[in-house]
Protein backbone atom coordinates (compact mmCIF):
# COMPACT_ATOMS: atom_id res chain seq x y z
CA UNK A 1 0.00 0.00 0.00
CA UNK A 2 1.64 3.17 -1.13
CA UNK A 3 -0.85 5.62 1.11
CA UNK A 4 0.26 6.28 4.62
CA UNK A 5 -2.88 5.89 7.31
CA UNK A 6 -0.76 7.32 9.47
CA UNK A 7 1.73 6.67 13.28
CA UNK A 8 -0.38 5.13 16.08
CA UNK A 9 1.00 5.08 19.66
CA UNK A 10 2.99 1.93 19.34
CA UNK A 11 4.61 3.17 16.20
CA UNK A 12 6.58 5.58 18.33
CA UNK A 13 10.00 5.24 19.94
CA UNK A 14 12.02 8.07 22.36
CA UNK A 15 14.88 9.55 20.07
CA UNK A 16 13.01 8.98 16.21
CA UNK A 17 13.28 11.84 14.50
CA UNK A 18 10.83 12.85 11.16
CA UNK A 19 12.39 14.75 8.30
CA UNK A 20 8.85 16.23 7.41
CA UNK A 21 7.88 16.87 3.92
CA UNK A 22 6.30 19.91 1.32
CA UNK A 23 8.70 22.53 2.31
CA UNK A 24 6.50 26.22 2.32
CA UNK A 25 7.69 29.17 0.69
CA UNK A 26 6.18 31.61 2.40
CA UNK A 27 4.57 34.67 0.42
CA UNK A 28 2.61 38.06 0.75
CA UNK A 29 -0.43 36.06 -0.49
CA UNK A 30 0.27 34.03 2.47
CA UNK A 31 0.46 37.16 4.43
CA UNK A 32 -2.98 38.70 2.65
CA UNK A 33 -4.82 35.68 3.67
CA UNK A 34 -3.72 35.18 7.24
CA UNK A 35 -4.60 38.53 7.99
CA UNK A 36 -8.10 38.36 6.65
CA UNK A 37 -8.50 35.05 8.73
CA UNK A 38 -7.21 36.23 11.64
CA UNK A 39 -7.97 39.89 12.01
CA UNK A 40 -4.36 40.53 12.79
CA UNK A 41 -3.33 44.31 12.65
CA UNK A 42 0.18 44.47 14.34
CA UNK A 43 1.77 47.23 12.46
CA UNK A 44 5.48 45.56 11.83
CA UNK A 45 4.25 42.36 10.42
CA UNK A 46 1.69 44.70 8.16
CA UNK A 47 3.78 47.67 6.75
CA UNK A 48 7.24 46.92 4.63
CA UNK A 49 7.78 51.08 5.12
CA UNK A 50 7.11 50.67 9.09
CA UNK A 51 9.63 47.55 9.19
CA UNK A 52 11.62 49.14 7.43
CA UNK A 53 12.24 52.24 9.25
CA UNK A 54 12.94 50.20 12.30
CA UNK A 55 15.72 47.76 10.54
CA UNK A 56 14.22 45.27 8.96
CA UNK A 57 14.14 44.88 5.36
CA UNK A 58 10.33 44.21 4.74
CA UNK A 59 7.59 43.00 6.72
CA UNK A 60 8.14 40.02 8.69
CA UNK A 61 6.04 37.37 8.99
CA UNK A 62 3.53 37.46 12.03
CA UNK A 63 5.23 34.78 14.75
CA UNK A 64 1.95 32.35 14.73
CA UNK A 65 1.64 31.99 11.20
CA UNK A 66 4.99 30.46 11.28
CA UNK A 67 4.00 28.24 14.01
CA UNK A 68 1.09 27.49 12.05
CA UNK A 69 3.38 26.87 8.96
CA UNK A 70 5.75 24.26 11.08
CA UNK A 71 3.41 22.24 12.92
CA UNK A 72 1.52 21.38 9.99
CA UNK A 73 3.95 20.09 8.25
CA UNK A 74 4.28 17.83 10.93
CA UNK A 75 1.28 16.64 11.58
CA UNK A 76 1.40 13.95 7.97
CA UNK A 77 4.25 12.24 10.16
CA UNK A 78 3.58 12.43 13.80
CA UNK A 79 -0.58 13.78 13.98
CA UNK A 80 -2.84 12.09 11.69
CA UNK A 81 -3.39 9.72 14.27
CA UNK A 82 -3.79 12.13 17.62
CA UNK A 83 -7.04 12.73 19.25
CA UNK A 84 -5.50 16.38 20.81
CA UNK A 85 -3.04 18.25 21.54
CA UNK A 86 -2.30 18.68 25.47
CA UNK A 87 -0.23 21.31 25.78
CA UNK A 88 3.07 23.18 24.70
CA UNK A 89 6.51 24.27 26.58
CA UNK A 90 9.43 26.22 25.79
CA UNK A 91 8.51 27.29 22.29
CA UNK A 92 11.07 30.11 20.99
CA UNK A 93 10.69 32.14 17.68
CA UNK A 94 14.19 32.34 16.72
CA UNK A 95 14.52 34.07 13.76
CA UNK A 96 12.43 35.99 11.42
CA UNK A 97 10.91 35.00 8.66
CA UNK A 98 10.31 37.01 5.27
CA UNK A 99 7.89 36.65 2.41
CA UNK A 100 9.73 34.58 0.06
CA UNK A 101 11.93 32.42 2.68
CA UNK A 102 11.09 29.12 2.60
CA UNK A 103 10.46 26.74 6.37
CA UNK A 104 11.31 23.06 6.48
CA UNK A 105 10.41 21.35 9.61
CA UNK A 106 12.06 18.29 11.52
CA UNK A 107 10.56 16.22 14.68
CA UNK A 108 12.20 14.40 17.19
CA UNK A 109 10.19 12.09 19.75
CA UNK A 110 11.55 12.77 23.41
CA UNK A 111 9.03 11.07 25.02
CA UNK A 112 6.07 8.07 25.62
CA UNK A 113 3.32 7.86 28.18
CA UNK A 114 0.79 4.84 28.15
CA UNK A 115 -2.36 5.64 29.62
CA UNK A 116 -3.85 2.11 30.01
CA UNK A 117 -6.54 2.45 27.41
CA UNK A 118 -7.36 3.10 23.83
CA UNK A 119 -4.93 5.64 23.43
CA UNK A 120 -0.96 6.89 24.63
CA UNK A 121 0.64 10.34 25.07
CA UNK A 122 3.68 11.09 22.72
CA UNK A 123 5.88 14.27 23.77
CA UNK A 124 7.64 15.89 20.34
CA UNK A 125 10.07 18.65 19.96
CA UNK A 126 9.64 20.11 16.33
CA UNK A 127 12.12 22.64 14.59
CA UNK A 128 11.50 25.07 11.60
CA UNK A 129 14.77 25.97 9.58
CA UNK A 130 14.66 28.35 6.95
CA UNK A 131 17.38 28.65 3.93
CA UNK A 132 20.79 28.15 4.85
CA UNK A 133 19.70 26.09 7.97
CA UNK A 134 18.69 29.00 9.82
CA UNK A 135 16.68 27.70 13.03
CA UNK A 136 13.12 30.15 12.87
CA UNK A 137 10.97 28.29 15.61
CA UNK A 138 11.45 25.00 18.30
CA UNK A 139 8.74 23.83 20.36
CA UNK A 140 7.68 20.86 22.98
CA UNK A 141 4.14 19.47 22.63
CA UNK A 142 2.54 16.20 23.68
CA UNK A 143 -0.62 14.50 22.16
CA UNK A 144 -2.91 12.07 22.77
CA UNK A 145 -2.17 9.53 19.84
CA UNK A 146 -4.73 6.14 19.46
CA UNK A 147 -3.22 2.72 19.77
CA UNK A 148 -4.30 -0.13 16.59
CA UNK A 149 -6.05 -1.69 19.88
CA UNK A 150 -7.03 -1.41 23.23
CA UNK A 151 -3.78 -2.77 25.84
CA UNK A 152 -0.90 -2.73 22.67
CA UNK A 153 2.14 -2.03 24.59
CA UNK A 154 4.72 0.37 23.16
CA UNK A 155 7.89 -0.72 21.76
CA UNK A 156 9.64 2.04 23.69
CA UNK A 157 10.28 2.59 27.63
CA UNK A 158 8.46 5.08 29.19
CA UNK A 159 9.47 8.51 29.26
CA UNK A 160 7.60 11.52 30.45
CA UNK A 161 10.97 14.39 29.51
CA UNK A 162 11.42 17.22 31.43
CA UNK A 163 10.21 20.16 30.21
CA UNK A 164 11.39 23.86 31.06
CA UNK A 165 8.25 25.96 32.83
CA UNK A 166 9.51 29.43 31.20
CA UNK A 167 11.88 30.49 28.58
CA UNK A 168 14.19 32.33 31.14
CA UNK A 169 14.16 36.10 30.26
CA UNK A 170 18.37 36.38 29.76
CA UNK A 171 17.50 34.00 27.27
CA UNK A 172 15.30 36.20 25.14
CA UNK A 173 18.02 38.27 23.65
CA UNK A 174 20.21 36.34 22.12
CA UNK A 175 18.61 35.96 19.19
CA UNK A 176 16.95 39.54 18.83
CA UNK A 177 18.00 41.78 15.30
CA UNK A 178 18.91 44.73 15.30
CA UNK A 179 16.38 47.59 15.43
CA UNK A 180 16.65 50.41 15.87
CA UNK A 181 13.89 51.18 17.93
CA UNK A 182 13.82 54.81 17.92
CA UNK A 183 12.52 55.11 15.18
CA UNK A 184 8.59 53.52 15.89
CA UNK A 185 6.14 55.38 14.91
CA UNK A 186 3.37 54.88 18.41
CA UNK A 187 0.68 56.66 15.62
CA UNK A 188 1.06 53.85 13.28
CA UNK A 189 1.57 51.33 15.66
CA UNK A 190 -2.10 51.99 16.99
CA UNK A 191 -1.01 52.88 20.64
CA UNK A 192 1.39 55.22 22.72
CA UNK A 193 1.83 52.21 25.88
CA UNK A 194 5.07 50.90 25.96
CA UNK A 195 7.18 48.96 28.31
CA UNK A 196 7.23 51.01 31.17
CA UNK A 197 3.66 51.59 31.19
CA UNK A 198 2.09 48.17 31.62
CA UNK A 199 2.20 47.20 35.82
CA UNK A 200 2.25 43.43 37.19
CA UNK A 201 -0.84 42.31 37.49
CA UNK A 202 -2.62 44.38 35.23
CA UNK A 203 -5.30 43.19 33.23
CA UNK A 204 -6.70 43.93 29.83
CA UNK A 205 -9.30 43.38 27.92
CA UNK A 206 -9.23 42.96 24.27
CA UNK A 207 -12.71 44.25 23.68
CA UNK A 208 -13.36 43.01 20.31
CA UNK A 209 -15.03 39.30 19.24
CA UNK A 210 -13.73 37.09 16.23
CA UNK A 211 -16.46 34.65 14.89
CA UNK A 212 -15.31 31.72 13.57
CA UNK A 213 -17.74 29.85 10.46
CA UNK A 214 -17.65 26.86 8.90
CA UNK A 215 -15.81 28.79 5.81
CA UNK A 216 -12.92 30.16 7.34
CA UNK A 217 -12.61 26.79 9.76
CA UNK A 218 -12.14 24.89 6.38
CA UNK A 219 -10.13 27.41 4.33
CA UNK A 220 -7.85 27.33 7.64
CA UNK A 221 -7.10 23.64 7.56
CA UNK A 222 -5.78 24.20 4.09
CA UNK A 223 -4.51 27.13 4.06
CA UNK A 224 -2.09 25.83 7.14
CA UNK A 225 -1.66 22.58 5.45
CA UNK A 226 -2.94 20.96 8.67
CA UNK A 227 -4.65 17.25 7.01
CA UNK A 228 -5.26 16.03 10.34
CA UNK A 229 -8.47 13.83 9.86
CA UNK A 230 -10.50 15.91 12.58
CA UNK A 231 -9.98 19.40 10.44
CA UNK A 232 -12.45 20.03 9.18
CA UNK A 233 -15.50 17.34 9.46
CA UNK A 234 -18.84 17.86 11.50
CA UNK A 235 -18.88 16.07 14.42
CA UNK A 236 -21.23 14.14 16.34
CA UNK A 237 -20.53 14.42 20.53
CA UNK A 238 -23.60 16.51 22.35
CA UNK A 239 -21.05 19.62 22.94
CA UNK A 240 -20.78 20.23 19.28
CA UNK A 241 -24.17 19.54 17.75
CA UNK A 242 -22.94 18.57 14.60
CA UNK A 243 -21.06 21.36 13.76
CA UNK A 244 -16.98 21.32 12.97
CA UNK A 245 -14.30 21.07 14.87
CA UNK A 246 -11.67 24.25 14.75
CA UNK A 247 -8.19 23.79 14.07
CA UNK A 248 -6.79 24.80 17.79
CA UNK A 249 -3.63 26.85 15.59
CA UNK A 250 -6.53 28.81 14.40
CA UNK A 251 -7.85 29.42 17.98
CA UNK A 252 -4.47 30.75 18.80
CA UNK A 253 -3.91 33.09 16.19
CA UNK A 254 -6.78 34.74 16.77
CA UNK A 255 -6.19 35.01 20.23
CA UNK A 256 -2.98 36.94 19.53
CA UNK A 257 -4.64 39.15 16.75
CA UNK A 258 -7.03 40.48 19.43
CA UNK A 259 -4.94 40.69 21.59
CA UNK A 260 -3.68 44.42 19.20
CA UNK A 261 -6.55 46.06 21.34
CA UNK A 262 -4.26 46.55 24.25
CA UNK A 263 -0.62 45.38 23.65
CA UNK A 264 -0.52 46.78 19.79
CA UNK A 265 3.40 47.76 20.54
CA UNK A 266 4.24 44.07 20.60
CA UNK A 267 7.10 43.55 18.65
CA UNK A 268 7.89 40.57 18.26
CA UNK A 269 6.55 37.25 20.25
CA UNK A 270 9.55 36.16 21.81
CA UNK A 271 8.54 32.86 23.30
CA UNK A 272 5.22 30.66 24.17
CA UNK A 273 6.56 29.69 27.41
CA UNK A 274 3.33 27.12 28.10
CA UNK A 275 0.09 27.25 26.23
CA UNK A 276 -3.02 24.46 25.97
CA UNK A 277 -6.07 24.32 24.11
CA UNK A 278 -8.78 24.23 27.43
CA UNK A 279 -11.77 23.19 25.30
CA UNK A 280 -12.45 22.65 21.81
CA UNK A 281 -14.19 25.34 19.50
CA UNK A 282 -16.46 24.65 17.12
CA UNK A 283 -17.93 26.87 13.82
CA UNK A 284 -20.21 29.11 14.94
CA UNK A 285 -18.38 30.43 18.26
CA UNK A 286 -17.11 33.91 18.92
CA UNK A 287 -13.59 34.22 20.20
CA UNK A 288 -13.06 37.06 22.67
CA UNK A 289 -9.04 37.19 24.89
CA UNK A 290 -8.14 39.08 27.88
CA UNK A 291 -4.30 39.36 29.10
CA UNK A 292 -2.85 39.93 32.39
CA UNK A 293 0.46 41.14 33.20
CA UNK A 294 2.70 38.72 35.10
CA UNK A 295 6.40 39.36 34.43
CA UNK A 296 8.56 42.53 33.38
CA UNK A 297 12.30 42.27 32.66
CA UNK A 298 14.58 44.32 30.84
CA UNK A 299 16.50 42.87 27.73
CA UNK A 300 20.87 42.53 28.63
CA UNK A 301 22.48 44.73 26.70
CA UNK A 302 19.31 46.79 25.00
CA UNK A 303 18.17 50.21 25.88
CA UNK A 304 15.49 50.11 23.66
CA UNK A 305 13.35 46.82 24.41
CA UNK A 306 11.97 45.22 27.32
CA UNK A 307 9.89 42.17 27.64
CA UNK A 308 6.77 41.72 29.09
CA UNK A 309 5.43 38.29 30.25
CA UNK A 310 1.95 38.08 29.37
CA UNK A 311 -1.24 35.84 30.21
CA UNK A 312 -3.15 35.39 27.22
CA UNK A 313 -6.84 34.03 28.06
CA UNK A 314 -9.33 33.00 25.41
CA UNK A 315 -13.04 32.54 25.64
CA UNK A 316 -16.02 31.16 23.59
CA UNK A 317 -19.01 33.29 23.30
CA UNK A 318 -18.35 35.09 26.31
CA UNK A 319 -17.41 38.56 26.60
CA UNK A 320 -14.31 38.71 28.54
CA UNK A 321 -15.25 42.29 30.50
CA UNK A 322 -15.11 39.90 33.70
CA UNK A 323 -11.99 38.85 32.87
CA UNK A 324 -13.61 34.94 32.63
CA UNK A 325 -10.86 32.41 34.30
CA UNK A 326 -11.86 29.53 37.21
CA UNK A 327 -14.20 28.85 39.66
CA UNK A 328 -13.59 28.09 43.19
CA UNK A 329 -12.54 24.91 42.98
CA UNK A 330 -10.08 25.91 40.34
CA UNK A 331 -11.44 24.55 37.43
CA UNK A 332 -11.49 26.17 34.24
CA UNK A 333 -15.08 27.79 33.64
CA UNK A 334 -16.97 26.45 30.79
CA UNK A 335 -16.56 29.52 28.68
CA UNK A 336 -12.35 29.21 28.48
CA UNK A 337 -10.76 27.55 25.44
CA UNK A 338 -7.12 29.10 25.39
CA UNK A 339 -4.77 29.70 28.00
CA UNK A 340 -1.67 31.12 26.75
CA UNK A 341 2.20 32.18 28.60
CA UNK A 342 4.20 34.65 26.52
CA UNK A 343 7.04 36.81 26.22
CA UNK A 344 5.96 39.85 24.37
CA UNK A 345 9.04 42.58 23.58
CA UNK A 346 7.77 45.81 23.47
CA UNK A 347 9.52 49.14 23.30
CA UNK A 348 10.82 51.41 25.86
Known amino acids: ?3 SGGRYYEDFRVGQVFRHASPRTVTDGDVAFYRALTGSRFALQSSDDFARAVGHPVAPIDDFLVFNVVFAQSVPDVGLNAVANLGYAGCRFLSPVYPGETISAVTEVIGLRDTGGRTGVVYLRTTGHKEGG ?22 SEQLVPPLPAAVP ?33 ERIDHLDGILIDEGSTMLAARFFGNPARQH ?11 RWLVPGGLVMAIGRALSFNGLSNAVHVAALNAGRYVAPVFTGSTIHAWSTIVGKELIDGRDD ?29 PSVVLDLDLWLLMPR
Do not use: N
Open 232 to 242: PLPFSDERSRG
Open 305 to 333: LGALRVRLVGTRDQPAADFPDRDDAGAYL
Open 134 to 155: VEVIDFARWQTVRKTEEGVPPF
Open 1 to 3: MKS
Open 169 to 201: ADALGSHLPVLDLSAWDSGLSGSRFRWGDYELG
